[in-house]
């Protein structure tokens, strides 16, 4: 449960470091900004037009009495809704931070560079082509698996109780899941992490990933709070980096985790060449 807590901090940690940059801050709330408008206009073409998708959709019940037929498409349509809105919460971060990568990834480079010992920060080489084909070809894998969960947890729904209660707090568990895996691949992508290894690190600490994205993915619901929350949520992401990669641990000169090259996590003290040569025998 420590990893809750931890998670957390580095939220509000981020959260402090754009209030003491300003000018950071303000170039961070531009690609958020072009991304709101784009997901308001879709929102409200969605509830605009969602009944007449819907009515579309199940012509079945054209022909059924009044309540029922009211009722039954006026559920579907407020799942479909939701479901939109839930869609909405677990891409708005993949669309900003490409919208904005170059706005987000001077922004990273900044906070790891403040944080660190030394005042440096990873850097990549690979031109700003390059880094967004890996972003935008990242996000869309990323943005399959949040879909599937979407439809997974968008049936379970229709149950009942199940579907008004444990479901929608798995629906906060996955949100924050892949909201952190997002804001994490700003930094992690710099330290050369592609995305199955990004993963790997992310499961191999859930309560700590749990902690930095379902606060973040709840505050999120709130109308517009993504747009000024989007700054301070890379540079908390940046941090929850460093800490998952285990640099923090061996500026300490504690054990740490890494996840090699091949994607295989190993946990902290146990990497090659790290175990100790085992005493000599007494003589």
Excluded: C, N
């Amino acid at each position: 449960m420590r990893d809750l807590g931890v998670g957390f901090g580095h939220l509000l940690k981020g959260q402090r470091w754009v209030s003491r940059h300003g000018k950071q801050y303000g170039f961070g709330l531009l690609p958020g900004l072009i991304t709101l408008v784009l997901y308001v206009a879709a929102l409200v073409a969605l509830a605009v037009w969602g009944e007449g998708a819907v009515s579309w959709a199940t012509p079945f019940a054209d022909h059924w009495s009044s309540p029922w037929q009211g009722l039954f498409r006026g559920f579907l349509t407020a799942v479909l809704f939701a479901l939109g809105l839930l869609l909405a919460v677990l891409t708005f971060t993949a669309v900003t931070l490409l919208i904005g990568d170059p706005f987000y990834e001077s922004l990273s480079e900044q906070v790891d560079a403040d944080v660190s010992p030394d005042g440096t920060a990873p850097r990549s080489d690979l031109p700003l082509w390059r880094e967004l084909w890996i972003s935008a070809r990242d996000s869309l894998r990323v943005l399959v698996r949040a879909a599937l969960w979407g439809v997974l947890l968008f049936a379970l729904g229709l149950l009942p109780f199940v579907g008004q209660t444990v479901v929608p707090v798995l629906g906060f568990f996955v949100t924050g899941f892949f909201l952190t895996e997002e804001l994490t691949a700003v930094a992690l992508r710099r330290r050369g992490v592609d995305l199955r290894a990004r993963l790997t690190l992310l499961r191999s600490r859930k309560t700590l990933v749990w902690g930095f994205g379902t606060p973040l993915g709840l505050a999120f619901l709130v109308p517009f709070a993504a747009v000024f929350l989007m700054p301070g949520a890379v540079a908390g992401a940046t941090m929850l980096a460093r800490e998952l990669s285990g640099e923090d641990a061996e500026e300490s000169g504690e054990g740490f985790a890494r996840v090699t090259a091949d994607g295989e996590f190993r946990p902290g003290g146990v990497t090659p060449g790290s175990v100790p040569p085992p005493p000599a025998a007494p003589r």
